[in-house]
């Protein structure tokens, strides 16, 4: 009786025995074979029917960590086809003209990234002297497809600006937005006057900066004015850059009726149309567009923008317009676009 009890015992142990080796067998043969087994979606199967590169998920191009990840060399295939790529377009000014505005609103573009500071590295010396490989690493990742662009509104009247940027790229695309001059400097002045108000500082009116109290003539020296007086800056960029190579976008437009503004310069990028109607929605609270990026992402503009402007002396109004005039006038001719300016 006990040797047959130890029979079924051993006959139990070398089934259980070679169920184990095979087991074991099965395992090796499977990691050896991993590495030669091909994913289920291949990044071939991520590109279009002529072989362009579909659009990326936008969130990738901010993922936190990607540049500690590129340091330590531990980068995936997905993230090493990120760079800092420098701009191939940026948006030179004007202050107040609606320079955050149009950022925001190209950055609807999936081809479209964005730098989200003002880096103002060919305005600032000091920034200028840590060289161009400093202000590469300020750019976003992007792929090689898209377009970076960033925005330093003081590039405009900054005069060493056109030569710094000619020096990096003498082909960048340019973009500038300007508003009615007249309101563009009240605007200016009511951005300055927040700032004191909010350190409980005094500031002077806009009349007695905008008007010489000596001559009763119109203030050239105060910088306010010497912005909005567009043609003067814009020849000093020609002297590096063709027209061609500048966009003119209507700010005022761009807060009304933003959509068709955006599909010129959509166009003057060379970039496939993509934002429509869709991606801009009117906030009656707000007072003007916002922005959908899609069903559940909407952004609007920061509420410091759409500050109400004191109450300026009408003829003070008509002489800086009746001042603006023949400037408007040349700037006109020179970029080809007519505003509705007085």
């Given at each position: ?13 070398l ?36 072989g ?10 901010f ?19 990120l ?10 000014g ?13 950055n609807?573009?999936?081809?479209v ?21 400093w ?65 409980n ?8 900066l905008a ?34 190579q ?44 916002c ?52």
């Open positions: 009786m006990l040797f047959k009890q130890q029979a079924l015992l051993r006959q139990k142990l089934v259980l025995g070679s169920l184990a080796i095979g087991s074991l067998l099965y395992l090796v043969a499977r990691v050896g074979s991993l590495d030669r087994l091909q994913p289920l979606c291949p990044i071939d199967g991520r590109f279009g029917p002529h362009q590169e579909e659009i990326p998920l936008r969130a990738l191009q993922k936190r960590g990607l540049l500690h990840e590129f340091r330590k060399g531990n980068a995936t295939k997905e993230q090493i086809r760079h800092n790529l420098l701009p191939k377009a940026i948006i030179i004007v202050r107040k003209g609606g320079t955050r505005a149009l950022l925001e609103m190209l609807l573009h999936p081809a990234v964005k730098a989200s500071q003002e880096i103002h590295f060919f305005d600032n010396d000091e920034n200028y002297a840590k060289g161009i490989e202000y590469r690493k300020k750019m976003p990742f992007s792929y090689p497809h898209q377009i970076t662009i960033e925005k330093s509104p003081a590039y405009f009247i900054t005069e060493e600006v056109p030569e710094r940027i000619y020096k990096m790229n003498s082909s960048i695309k340019l973009l500038i937005i300007v508003r009615e001059p007249t309101t563009r400097a009240i605007s200016d002045y009511t951005q300055v006057l927040e700032g004191k108000e909010r350190k500082k005094t500031y002077y009116k806009f009349e007695k008007i010489d109290p000596n001559t009763c003539e119109v203030n050239t020296k105060y910088k306010a004015v010497r912005t909005s007086i567009y043609t003067k800056h814009l020849e000093r960029w020609l002297k590096y850059f063709p027209i061609e500048f966009h003119i976008v209507d700010g005022d437009r761009l807060i009304a009726e933003p959509l068709p503004e955006l599909q010129l310069v959509e166009k003057f990028l060379n970039l496939p149309p993509r934002i429509s109607q869709y991606n801009l929605y009117f906030n009656a609270t707000r007072g003007f567009y922005l959908r990026f899609n069903i559940v992402f909407n952004k609007c503009l920061a509420g410091s923008k759409g500050r109400i402007h004191p109450e300026v002396d009408t003829s003070v109004i008509t002489k800086l317009r009746k001042f603006f005039h023949p400037f408007n006038q040349k700037f006109y001719q020179i970029t080809g676009r007519t505003f509705n300016w007085p």
